[in-house]
Protein backbone atom coordinates (compact mmCIF):
# COMPACT_ATOMS: atom_id res chain seq x y z
CA UNK A 1 0.00 0.00 0.00
CA UNK A 2 1.33 3.07 -1.19
CA UNK A 3 2.24 5.54 1.84
CA UNK A 4 -0.18 8.65 2.46
CA UNK A 5 2.22 10.93 2.27
CA UNK A 6 3.52 9.60 -0.85
CA UNK A 7 0.32 9.86 -2.65
CA UNK A 8 -0.86 13.43 -0.99
CA UNK A 9 2.91 14.55 -2.03
CA UNK A 10 2.37 13.76 -5.55
CA UNK A 11 -0.90 15.53 -6.12
CA UNK A 12 0.19 18.29 -4.77
CA UNK A 13 3.86 18.15 -6.93
CA UNK A 14 1.03 18.09 -9.71
CA UNK A 15 -1.18 21.28 -8.63
CA UNK A 16 -3.47 19.45 -8.13
CA UNK A 17 -5.96 19.40 -4.96
CA UNK A 18 -6.13 16.36 -2.91
CA UNK A 19 -9.82 14.02 -2.59
CA UNK A 20 -9.58 12.17 1.21
CA UNK A 21 -12.85 10.57 1.60
CA UNK A 22 -14.13 8.55 4.29
CA UNK A 23 -16.42 5.30 5.41
CA UNK A 24 -17.14 3.23 8.26
CA UNK A 25 -16.04 -0.03 8.57
CA UNK A 26 -18.82 -2.18 8.69
CA UNK A 27 -21.67 0.28 8.11
CA UNK A 28 -23.81 -1.89 5.97
CA UNK A 29 -22.67 -5.61 3.87
CA UNK A 30 -21.29 -3.75 0.85
CA UNK A 31 -19.69 -1.37 2.82
CA UNK A 32 -16.54 -2.65 0.96
CA UNK A 33 -17.65 -2.12 -2.42
CA UNK A 34 -18.43 1.50 -1.26
CA UNK A 35 -14.62 1.80 -0.44
CA UNK A 36 -14.05 0.29 -4.02
CA UNK A 37 -16.25 3.24 -5.77
CA UNK A 38 -15.08 5.89 -4.25
CA UNK A 39 -11.49 5.06 -4.99
CA UNK A 40 -12.61 4.11 -8.70
CA UNK A 41 -14.39 7.94 -8.98
CA UNK A 42 -11.22 9.41 -8.05
CA UNK A 43 -10.48 9.51 -4.19
CA UNK A 44 -6.99 9.71 -3.33
CA UNK A 45 -7.08 8.58 0.06
CA UNK A 46 -10.28 6.78 2.06
CA UNK A 47 -10.16 6.39 5.97
CA UNK A 48 -11.95 3.95 7.52
CA UNK A 49 -13.92 4.94 10.54
CA UNK A 50 -13.29 1.93 13.06
CA UNK A 51 -16.47 2.20 14.63
CA UNK A 52 -16.32 3.20 18.63
CA UNK A 53 -19.09 3.93 20.72
CA UNK A 54 -18.31 7.24 22.22
CA UNK A 55 -16.77 8.97 19.66
CA UNK A 56 -16.66 12.40 20.91
CA UNK A 57 -15.61 14.18 17.48
CA UNK A 58 -18.24 13.04 15.35
CA UNK A 59 -21.88 14.54 14.91
CA UNK A 60 -24.92 12.48 14.13
CA UNK A 61 -23.99 11.25 11.15
CA UNK A 62 -21.26 9.59 11.49
CA UNK A 63 -22.28 8.73 15.32
CA UNK A 64 -25.22 6.83 13.46
CA UNK A 65 -23.14 5.04 11.25
CA UNK A 66 -20.56 4.52 13.93
CA UNK A 67 -23.61 2.92 16.24
CA UNK A 68 -25.08 0.92 13.54
CA UNK A 69 -21.94 -0.99 12.24
CA UNK A 70 -21.36 -2.05 15.78
CA UNK A 71 -24.96 -3.21 15.83
CA UNK A 72 -24.00 -5.18 13.25
CA UNK A 73 -20.96 -6.78 14.96
CA UNK A 74 -18.39 -4.86 13.94
CA UNK A 75 -15.27 -4.78 15.77
CA UNK A 76 -11.50 -3.94 15.15
CA UNK A 77 -11.07 -7.93 14.89
CA UNK A 78 -13.37 -8.13 12.00
CA UNK A 79 -12.41 -5.05 9.92
CA UNK A 80 -8.86 -6.41 9.99
CA UNK A 81 -9.98 -9.90 8.96
CA UNK A 82 -11.84 -8.34 6.10
CA UNK A 83 -9.50 -5.69 5.21
CA UNK A 84 -6.50 -8.46 5.27
CA UNK A 85 -8.37 -10.20 2.75
CA UNK A 86 -8.81 -7.50 0.16
CA UNK A 87 -6.88 -7.40 -2.77
CA UNK A 88 -5.85 -4.81 -5.66
CA UNK A 89 -6.16 -2.13 -3.65
CA UNK A 90 -3.12 0.52 -4.25
CA UNK A 91 -4.81 3.66 -2.91
CA UNK A 92 -3.87 4.81 1.12
CA UNK A 93 -6.30 3.26 3.59
CA UNK A 94 -6.15 6.03 6.49
CA UNK A 95 -7.19 4.51 9.89
CA UNK A 96 -9.75 6.63 11.95
CA UNK A 97 -10.39 6.05 15.07
CA UNK A 98 -10.38 6.94 19.22
CA UNK A 99 -7.48 6.30 21.57
CA UNK A 100 -9.53 3.54 22.92
CA UNK A 101 -8.89 1.05 20.20
CA UNK A 102 -5.10 1.68 20.53
CA UNK A 103 -4.31 1.39 24.08
CA UNK A 104 -6.68 -1.27 24.80
CA UNK A 105 -4.90 -2.94 22.13
CA UNK A 106 -1.18 -2.02 23.15
CA UNK A 107 -0.05 0.67 20.65
CA UNK A 108 2.57 -1.56 19.17
CA UNK A 109 0.13 -4.20 18.61
CA UNK A 110 -2.41 -1.79 17.18
CA UNK A 111 -0.25 0.10 14.51
CA UNK A 112 1.25 -3.87 13.52
CA UNK A 113 -2.45 -5.09 12.98
CA UNK A 114 -3.34 -2.13 10.94
CA UNK A 115 -0.06 -2.05 8.70
CA UNK A 116 -0.93 -6.22 8.67
CA UNK A 117 -4.55 -5.61 6.92
CA UNK A 118 -3.46 -2.49 4.27
CA UNK A 119 -3.60 0.42 6.31
CA UNK A 120 -0.92 3.18 5.89
CA UNK A 121 -2.52 6.28 7.88
CA UNK A 122 -3.64 6.57 10.79
CA UNK A 123 -5.74 9.13 13.00
CA UNK A 124 -6.42 9.31 16.58
CA UNK A 125 -8.20 12.63 17.11
CA UNK A 126 -8.79 12.25 20.78
CA UNK A 127 -5.08 11.82 21.93
CA UNK A 128 -3.29 15.37 21.94
CA UNK A 129 0.09 15.45 19.90
CA UNK A 130 1.58 16.92 23.42
CA UNK A 131 0.58 13.43 24.93
CA UNK A 132 1.83 11.43 21.92
CA UNK A 133 5.16 10.59 22.03
CA UNK A 134 4.50 6.90 22.33
CA UNK A 135 1.92 6.53 19.75
CA UNK A 136 4.15 8.47 17.38
CA UNK A 137 6.84 6.28 17.82
CA UNK A 138 4.98 3.16 17.46
CA UNK A 139 3.31 4.14 14.50
CA UNK A 140 6.80 5.20 13.06
CA UNK A 141 8.22 1.64 13.94
CA UNK A 142 5.78 0.10 12.05
CA UNK A 143 5.42 2.06 9.29
CA UNK A 144 2.55 4.12 9.38
CA UNK A 145 2.06 7.73 8.68
CA UNK A 146 0.35 9.03 11.86
CA UNK A 147 -1.49 12.30 11.12
CA UNK A 148 -2.03 14.86 13.81
CA UNK A 149 -4.98 17.56 13.82
CA UNK A 150 -5.05 21.71 14.45
CA UNK A 151 -8.05 23.83 14.58
CA UNK A 152 -8.38 26.92 14.85
CA UNK A 153 -7.53 27.79 18.22
CA UNK A 154 -4.65 26.00 17.63
CA UNK A 155 -1.89 29.01 18.22
CA UNK A 156 0.49 29.49 15.61
CA UNK A 157 4.20 28.33 17.69
CA UNK A 158 1.76 24.82 18.52
CA UNK A 159 1.02 24.47 15.21
CA UNK A 160 4.44 24.97 13.99
CA UNK A 161 5.09 22.03 16.42
CA UNK A 162 2.41 19.69 15.20
CA UNK A 163 2.83 20.12 11.82
CA UNK A 164 6.61 19.01 12.08
CA UNK A 165 5.49 16.15 14.03
CA UNK A 166 2.78 15.29 12.00
CA UNK A 167 3.12 12.27 9.02
CA UNK A 168 1.29 11.67 5.76
CA UNK A 169 -0.37 15.32 6.10
CA UNK A 170 -1.71 18.06 8.72
CA UNK A 171 -5.25 17.22 9.19
CA UNK A 172 -6.69 20.83 9.13
CA UNK A 173 -9.75 20.82 11.86
CA UNK A 174 -11.86 23.92 10.35
CA UNK A 175 -14.48 24.12 12.77
CA UNK A 176 -14.45 23.89 16.56
CA UNK A 177 -17.27 21.63 16.25
CA UNK A 178 -18.00 17.93 16.08
CA UNK A 179 -18.03 16.44 12.18
CA UNK A 180 -21.10 17.19 9.94
CA UNK A 181 -22.79 20.53 8.32
CA UNK A 182 -21.79 23.71 9.26
CA UNK A 183 -22.68 27.43 8.47
CA UNK A 184 -21.71 28.29 5.05
CA UNK A 185 -21.23 32.23 6.12
CA UNK A 186 -18.30 31.06 8.52
CA UNK A 187 -16.31 29.57 5.25
CA UNK A 188 -14.02 32.41 5.03
CA UNK A 189 -12.56 32.21 8.52
CA UNK A 190 -12.30 28.68 7.61
CA UNK A 191 -10.12 28.24 4.73
CA UNK A 192 -8.04 31.36 6.59
CA UNK A 193 -7.05 28.18 9.40
CA UNK A 194 -6.18 26.11 6.56
CA UNK A 195 -3.76 29.07 4.67
CA UNK A 196 -2.42 29.75 8.15
CA UNK A 197 -1.66 26.60 8.73
CA UNK A 198 0.36 25.98 5.19
CA UNK A 199 2.39 28.69 6.92
CA UNK A 200 4.32 25.44 8.91
CA UNK A 201 3.77 22.40 7.07
CA UNK A 202 6.14 20.86 4.91
CA UNK A 203 3.66 17.99 3.85
CA UNK A 204 0.29 18.60 2.11
CA UNK A 205 -2.63 20.66 4.42
CA UNK A 206 -5.79 18.73 4.66
CA UNK A 207 -8.65 20.44 5.44
CA UNK A 208 -11.98 18.86 6.84
CA UNK A 209 -15.18 19.25 8.64
CA UNK A 210 -18.53 20.75 7.65
CA UNK A 211 -17.22 20.46 3.54
CA UNK A 212 -20.87 18.61 2.74
CA UNK A 213 -21.36 19.84 -1.18
CA UNK A 214 -19.07 19.91 -4.46
CA UNK A 215 -18.97 23.63 -4.33
CA UNK A 216 -17.68 23.80 -0.75
CA UNK A 217 -15.25 20.99 -1.98
CA UNK A 218 -14.32 23.22 -4.65
CA UNK A 219 -13.67 26.40 -2.09
CA UNK A 220 -11.66 24.78 0.49
CA UNK A 221 -9.35 23.31 -1.71
CA UNK A 222 -8.66 26.93 -3.35
CA UNK A 223 -7.18 26.95 -0.38
CA UNK A 224 -5.75 24.13 0.99
CA UNK A 225 -3.81 20.91 -0.56
CA UNK A 226 -7.14 19.02 -0.53
CA UNK A 227 -10.12 18.03 1.28
CA UNK A 228 -11.91 15.42 3.46
CA UNK A 229 -15.64 14.53 3.21
CA UNK A 230 -17.15 12.32 5.43
CA UNK A 231 -20.43 13.12 7.27
CA UNK A 232 -22.09 14.06 3.83
CA UNK A 233 -21.22 10.41 2.63
CA UNK A 234 -22.27 8.88 5.27
CA UNK A 235 -25.45 10.25 5.72
CA UNK A 236 -26.44 9.49 2.07
CA UNK A 237 -25.67 5.69 3.00
CA UNK A 238 -27.32 6.12 5.85
CA UNK A 239 -30.16 7.48 3.76
CA UNK A 240 -30.04 4.40 1.81
CA UNK A 241 -27.61 5.33 -0.84
CA UNK A 242 -26.20 2.61 -3.49
CA UNK A 243 -22.35 2.25 -4.34
CA UNK A 244 -23.22 3.41 -7.85
CA UNK A 245 -24.47 6.54 -6.21
CA UNK A 246 -21.85 6.86 -3.82
CA UNK A 247 -19.43 6.69 -6.80
CA UNK A 248 -21.41 9.48 -8.66
CA UNK A 249 -21.37 11.73 -5.83
CA UNK A 250 -17.44 11.04 -5.36
CA UNK A 251 -16.82 11.96 -9.14
CA UNK A 252 -18.62 15.23 -8.30
CA UNK A 253 -16.75 16.15 -5.52
CA UNK A 254 -13.27 15.08 -7.67
CA UNK A 255 -14.53 17.54 -10.70
CA UNK A 256 -15.59 20.44 -8.31
CA UNK A 257 -11.97 20.12 -6.73
CA UNK A 258 -10.24 20.22 -10.10
CA UNK A 259 -11.92 23.12 -11.58
CA UNK A 260 -10.46 24.75 -8.55
CA UNK A 261 -7.30 24.74 -9.33
Known sequence: MAAVETVLGQARAEGRAALVTYVTAGIRADWLDLLRVMIDAGADAVEIGLPFSDPMLDGPAIQQASSTAIFRGTTMASTVAQLRDLKGLDTPLIAMSYANHAYTRGLRQYCHELVG?????????????????????????????????????????????????????????????????TDERDDDARWAVAE????????????????????????????????????????QVMDGATSAEIGRYVRELRTAIDGAR
Open 196 to 235: RSRKYSARPVIIGFGIDTPARAAAAAAHADGVIVASALMR
Open 117 to 181: CGFSGTIVPDLPASEADEYLAEARDAGLDAILMVTPATPDQQMRVIAERSRGFLYVMSVMNTTGR
